[in-house]
């Protein structure tokens, strides 16, 4: 056994010393990394995944929970500058079973159900009243946690005392809130007024008026209070109405332009006048059907004719006096003599006409543009050499501003607006962008680079092991083709069934082949042997 384990070794050293420096030093390479990538596995096999158990606690939440874990054995780390306490994923779920029956985490406030189990018949007056006031605190705090973008809340609520005399005034209630919302979430109108009506119906004698609500950013929500029949009618409501115009006309430029140079190279700002004055305003109108004519539609004629032929004054001839003073139309007649005989006539001719009769009830809008400016500034091409723009480009930057202009002011202010009044409302400026805010861009990787590194030293070694083995190969069945050949030499193979000679089996085989041979020779032995018996 020795024997053969120095002979392996021997070969190995033989081998080892006939290897070249290179073929060394990329043997010693590749087991070195083959140690280092099964290291590698095996502590991504064997480590342990640790998962958050709580989150957004208290440091004397944490501190509980952590000795309770300590006192079970179980491994856990504190992240999150204290508020998140982290365990081994296979047990996170175990353990919040356990905890939650031992009651933790304890947050340390005070709800309903603290009245159920610690009420007694020795509390007093006021700490009745601390304790419904810290009940009533944070069981409000716990619904606004329900409010979408809403993390956690403070909620201080600050109930006036009840007068000695029920003539007394009641005093109003009033609350304050902090918010910890999620960061870029933004709140709807509808969302604050549900939120101030959420907190008003929690709290007896608590008008909107007295709660103030704000974030982690001291951002204030304020109630709107605009009246619906009536949007604009509040400054704030007009300012935002004005800012939502410049702010979709900036867009639309932004967007053209930006397709057009680039959106990098072109900066926008709208200023625009807004008229918010509602007009009611009812007309009666009057106008003929025939209006080239000035003439209506006949809707009934009358023609009367009188005549008369007479002797002396009788026959008086003029103008008679309408029956109708504003009806004068068609009565005529003849002209008579005062002396002698005289005849008259008299022919009445009257048309009743109809003409359109318009009424119109008119609410005109009370969002209209008065007037409107629009800057641009563009960053030519090549930013150091304002020339790379051509002035023809500038032009028609110009004939664009010009015409959104002319669409945007109302027709009724926008009548007397000459080519040149629009350029006074335009500017477009070209210039470099000297302020730009220029990014830095890094690559994300989801798998590290040195995965990668590992991956191609590792095949580049095998392709380097595979090419030395092949050059090896036929190194050496060169050699063996170049050494003369000899026959190899009959290897003798006992024949098994053939019985192992003794001794007396030898003699017996030589005395049967001297009879054979030598018979004369083998009679003259036997009468010796018989002789000297």
């Not at 023809?392 to 004939?399: C, E, P």
């Not at 990014?439 to 092991?465: K, N």
Request: aromatic letters at 6%; glycine letters at 6%; hydrophobic letters at 35%.
């Amino acid at each position: 056994m020795n024997d053969s384990i120095k002979i392996y070794i021997e070969k190995l050293k033989n081998y080892w010393t006939s290897r070249s420096k290179r073929q060394k030093t990329l043997t010693i390479g590749a087991f070195l990394f083959l140690i280092l990538v099964i290291a590698v596995a095996s502590y991504f096999a064997t480590r342990t995944t640790m998962v958050p158990l709580y989150s957004n606690l208290s440091p004397s939440e944490t501190g509980t929970i952590k000795q309770s874990l300590d006192q079970k054995g179980i491994t856990s780390q504190i992240a999150d500058s204290g508020t998140t306490i982290m365990v081994p994923e296979k047990s996170a779920d175990t353990l919040k079973v356990q905890l939650a029956a031992e009651g933790l985490p304890k947050s340390g406030s005070i709800d309903y159900s603290f009245f159920s189990q610690n009420a007694g018949l020795g509390t007093t007056d006021k700490e009745f009243s601390v304790i419904k006031l810290d009940a009533m605190q944070t069981e409000l705090a716990n619904l606004i946690k329900g409010i979408e973008g809403v993390q956690d809340a403070k909620v201080m609520i600050n109930l006036p005392e009840k007068g000695i005399f029920v003539s007394d005034d009641k005093e109003a209630a009033s609350a304050s809130i902090v918010l910890n919302t999620k960061p870029g979430y933004q709140f709807r109108d509808e969302q604050i007024r549900s939120l101030y009506q959420l907190v008003s119906k929690s709290v007896p004698n608590l008008p909107t008026d007295n709660i103030v609500i704000m974030n982690q950013y001291f951002e204030y929500f304020d109630l709107n209070k605009e009246n619906n029949s009536n949007p604009g009618s509040s400054f704030t409501a007009q300012a935002e109405i004005k800012k939502q115009v410049e702010r979709d006309i900036q867009r639309q430029v932004q967007s053209m332009l930006g397709t057009l140079m680039g959106q990098d190279k072109v900066v926008v700002s709208v200023t625009a006048d807004m008229d918010f004055t509602q007009e009611n305003r009812e007309e009666n109108l009057v106008e003929p059907v025939d209006k080239e004519n000035m003439k209506g539609i006949a809707i009934s004629a009358q023609k009367i004719t009188e005549t008369y032929t007479g002797k002396g004054a009788n026959a008086v001839g003029g103008t008679p006096a309408a029956e109708n003073p504003a009806d004068t139309q068609g009565s005529t007649y003849a002209q008579g003599s005062t002396n002698g005989d005289g005849d008259y006539e008299k022919v009445d001719d009257k048309v009743n006409y109809e003409v359109n009769r318009i009424k119109k009830q008119i609410s005109e809008s009370p969002y209209k543009i008065r007037d409107l400016g629009i800057q641009v500034m563009v960053e030519p091409p090549k930013p150091n050499d304002p020339n790379s723009l051509p002035q023809a480009r500038v032009d028609d930057i110009s004939k664009m501003l010009g015409s959104i202009v002319r669409t945007s002011i109302d027709k009724k202010e926008g009548t007397d607006l000459t080519d040149a009044a629009i350029q006074n409302k335009i500017l477009v400026s070209v210039q470099p962008f000297n302020g730009k805010i220029k990014f830095s861009e890094e690559a994300q990787q989801t798998i590290p680079w040195w995965v990668y590194a590992a991956g191609g030293v590792l095949l580049l070694i095998i392709v380097l092991l595979l090419i030395l083995f092949l050059r090896s190969r036929k190194k050496r069945q060169e050699e063996e083709e170049m050494l003369p050949y000899t026959e190899p030499e009959p290897v003798y193979i006992p024949d098994v069934n053939n019985e192992h000679d003794t001794e007396a089996t030898v003699r017996r085989k030589q005395l049967e082949k001297m009879a054979k041979e030598k018979p004369e020779e083998f009679a003259k032995l036997l009468r010796t042997w018989i002789a000297e018996d």
